[in-house]
């Protein structure tokens, strides 16, 4: 004998998939309808800071309808997203015991969107509402039919916490991908170019000044998924560096440590200053990360007031600005002297001072943040 299909179990499972895929919502307030015999219902979740519309999920395309609904997005103009905002999440109800007949026909709600569908009775579930959002479901009726029963909104409440955690499910899932995208953009229009690896090189993310600078080929670039040096003795190095910012090498203590090398170009422009360092995830095991951030800049590609940028962005010297911008391109302390007539005493002297005022110990974590701009060091 087959067994007997249960709708609520149907419906809970089709909102846990679309949880993870939000265009199933719609196909949610589908089968909320089907199961509980009426023609139509909808789920909204409004933006309570800007009042936009996160998910607009209507068992059926109701053209006339779904435009009108751009003016009822607030508490104010809508009964369901009033319901929403004065109960706590879970909670279920009858529209009858919370907006009388008379009530709902005086409402512009009911007469631009219920009454050219027929609308009367429904069932208001408060699927989730917290700080930025709001969001209800109705299941509504035509007058022809009978009104909800007590054993129906049984039913709605023991459907409403599944709904409500494949709601919650979504919504975060959201977050995090616009939190991906800022980052991205973000990442993007850093002066520096940044990739991020794996212990053995494997190009994970790179931002756009990074492609453009590989896609050259001229030193640097990604062969079969690896960062690479042209050079064999530089790629030796970068790959030295890398399991060393990992803490690959010493595996006894997990010490992860910056490096700075520079990578030889065949086009004869000058080196590629790179710095390498550990990314760190608390969530690893031993508070330990596989993950490197690669940091470089083009020196041809520099802007001729790189001093003058610096001076203004940390309160450099002069003087501090010069040596900062030349320790940047990659040149070392000596280099450094000849290029500005000091001696090294006196360049050395600069460094120092520009390790105060960027609160840092070692030149690879100077050049760091000076790469990467003064977000990195809260500024």
């Not at 990442?187 to 940044?194: E, I, K, Y």
């Not at 990992?246 to 790179?274: E, H, N, W, Y």
Request: positive net charge.
């Amino acid at each position: 004998m087959a067994a007997t299909r249960d709708p609520l179990r149907d419906l809970a499972a089709t909102a846990y998939d679309a949880a993870l895929k939000p265009s199933l919502w719609p196909v949610v307030a589908a089968e909320a309808a089907k199961a509980f015999k009426a023609p139509h219902a909808r789920l909204g979740v409004v933006d309570r800071r800007r009042g936009g519309q996160i998910i607009d999920a209507p068992s059926k395309n109701l053209s006339e309808p779904q435009l009108s609904m751009v003016r009822y997005r607030t508490p104010q103009s809508n009964p369901g997203r009033a319901f929403s905002a004065l109960t706590t999440p879970m909670t279920a109800e009858l529209r009858e015991r919370r907006f009388s007949d008379r009530d709902l026909e005086r409402s512009d709600y009911y007469n631009e969107i219920m009454r050219p569908l027929d609308l009367w009775h429904a069932a208001i579930v408060n699927v989730h509402r917290d700080e930025t959002v709001l969001a209800p479901m109705g299941i509504l009726r035509t007058r022809k039919q009978r009104p909800f029963g007590e054993s129906e909104l049984r039913s709605l409440r023991r459907l409403a916490p599944h709904l409500n955690r494949a709601l919650r499910v979504t919504l975060r899932n959201r977050e995090m991908e616009e939190r991906a995208l800022a980052l991205a953009e973000m990442g993007d229009r850093a002066l520096a170019a940044v990739v991020l690896t794996d212990a053995v090189g494997r190009v994970a993310e790179a931002n756009n000044l990074a492609r453009v600078i590989l896609e050259e080929r001229d030193g640097l670039h990604i062969r079969d998924g690896i960062l690479s040096a042209g050079h064999g003795h530089d790629n030796a190095r970068l790959v030295l560096l890398i399991l060393v910012a990992a803490g690959c090498v010493d595996a006894l203590t997990f010490i992860r440590k910056s490096g700075v090398m520079q990578i030889v170009r065949p086009s004869c422009r000058r080196p590629l200053p790179l710095v390498i360092s550990p990314t760190r995830n608390a969530a690893s095991p031993f508070g330990r990360s596989h993950a490197v951030t690669i940091a470089f800049a083009d020196p041809e590609r520099a802007p001729e007031a790189e001093a003058d940028r610096l001076a203004r962005l940390y309160g450099f010297t002069v003087r501090e600005a010069a040596v900062a911008a030349l320790l940047v391109q990659g040149h070392s302390p000596s280099e450094v002297a000849d290029k500005l007539a000091m001696t090294e005493n006196t360049v050395r002297t600069h460094i120092r001072h520009l390790f105060n005022k960027m609160r840092v110990e070692r030149m690879s974590d100077l050049i760091r943040l000076m790469m990467q701009g003064p977000g990195v060091c809260g500024r």
